[in-house]
């Protein structure tokens, strides 16, 4: 890595925006481990985060955790946000974080239609999607009714209220990767006719009523992250907007409904959004919403995580472009992935320079993060 020491302080800038405020620019990023037996998370999982706050990342945002539905999880290993049990292990992951000197938020999830039918805590429980279409557009279940709907909105605003409760610093909602909330925003997948369907506005409608049922939970200094994404789980080409216009459509309802702050995932950070701009889909949409975004996709690494996990090793890659991009003020925050989640130490080694000490990703590692 070539990067220099003088042009990675911009990532050690402190950062103050919404109600949120941050001793730095980087943010570890979600990334499902499946290491909470029964939903629980252990001492294991709260040492995990601790060893990344301890070595200066600014915002922890964990794994998914999922909200008390019975289609809400296709993974028993996966840790849940709604029973005590679960609370009691994610307030000492709170504690030993903010021990360490960090700040760390739940993403809340619900896996919608990728969840499938038998898998999970409640193997009986029909998996829930909008229109009962899969990702690729094909009848296989039934659609969700507007009772259950409104069921899963309660149990997204009881999942924040118990996050704000029991410590955290703020929530994420997941409404990225073609899961549940994303379901309803994509055209593909959200056939409906009723008030939760139709134009791209129209269906908003679920992911704003998500919001504001959680900052009603929560009240308006308790900041909420929406995590979202254009792509799809292998439908990667995949758009919810095809240009600015489209894009600005999209983003308002949630805006109106209390985000504070965007989690704008991509493949690769520095790939333009739409054609005609340099701007890339967190630049895009801070232009858009004048809310700070994080940027997120292959940072650090050579290689974008579709291949990272397909079996190819990556990596480490300078960030000059990183850096420039943020010093123009494109986005505020960063959130690492594979990078950090290889090496706990990856944000006290680029912040001290010592970037022949980066540790590259490969798959073998991914199992056995420590």
């Not at 990342?57 to 999880?73: D, F, Q, R, W, Y």
């Not at 974080?97 to 499938?116: D, T």
Request: charged share 20%; glycine share 10%; hydrophobic share 40%.
């Amino acid at each position: 890595m070539s990067t220099s020491r003088t042009s990675i302080q911009s990532l050690f800038q402190p950062f103050q925006g919404a109600p949120l405020s941050l001793s730095n620019r980087i943010v570890m990023a979600p990334m499902t481990r499946s290491h909470s037996p029964n939903g629980i998370p252990g001492d294991n999982v709260a040492g995990y985060y601790r060893r990344r706050a301890e070595n200066g990342v600014g915002l922890i945002v964990t794994e998914g955790t999922t909200i008390n539905h019975p289609a809400a999880s296709g993974d028993t290993n996966i840790p849940n946000f709604h029973d005590e049990k679960a609370l009691e292990g994610w307030a000492q992951v709170v504690k030993e974080v903010h021990e360490a000197g960090g700040k760390i938020i739940p993403q809340i999830w619900h896996q919608g239609i990728l969840r499938s039918e038998g898998q999970g805590p409640h193997p009986q429980a029909p998996s829930a999607s909008p229109s009962g279409l899969n990702l690729a557009g094909e009848k296989v279940s039934e659609p969700l009714s507007v009772d259950e709907i409104q069921s899963i909105v309660k149990a997204f605003a009881q999942a924040a209220a118990d996050a704000k409760r029991i410590g955290f610093d703020g929530i994420e909602l997941h409404g990225a990767h073609g899961y549940l909330i994303d379901e309803f925003l994509w055209e593909q997948t959200n056939q409906r006719t009723d008030e939760y369907g139709g134009d791209l506005v129209k269906r908003t409608r679920f992911a704003a009523e998500v919001v504001r049922a959680c900052r009603e939970a929560v009240g308006p200094d308790f900041p909420i992250v929406f995590r979202i994404s254009q792509w799809k789980t292998s439908f990667y080409d995949a758009k919810l907007a095809t240009d600015s216009e489209q894009l600005n459509q999209l983003l308002q309802p949630l805006v109106e409904a209390g985000v504070d702050i965007f989690h704008c995932s991509t493949r690769r950070f520095w790939v333009p959004e739409f054609e005609g701009s340099d701007l890339t889909f967190a630049g895009w949409v801070k232009k858009l919403t004048g809310k700070p975004t994080i940027t997120v996709g292959s940072v650090g690494l050579d290689n974008d995580f579709i291949n990272g996990f397909m079996g190819n090793d990556a990596g480490t890659k300078d960030m000059d472009e990183l850096t420039d991009r943020l010093e123009q003020g494109q986005f505020d925050l960063v959130a690492v992935g594979r990078a950090l989640l290889v090496d706990p130490a990856w944000a006290a080694k680029i912040r001290e320079g010592r970037f022949d000490e980066l540790l590259p990703f490969t798959p073998a590692s991914f199992g056995t993060l420590s």
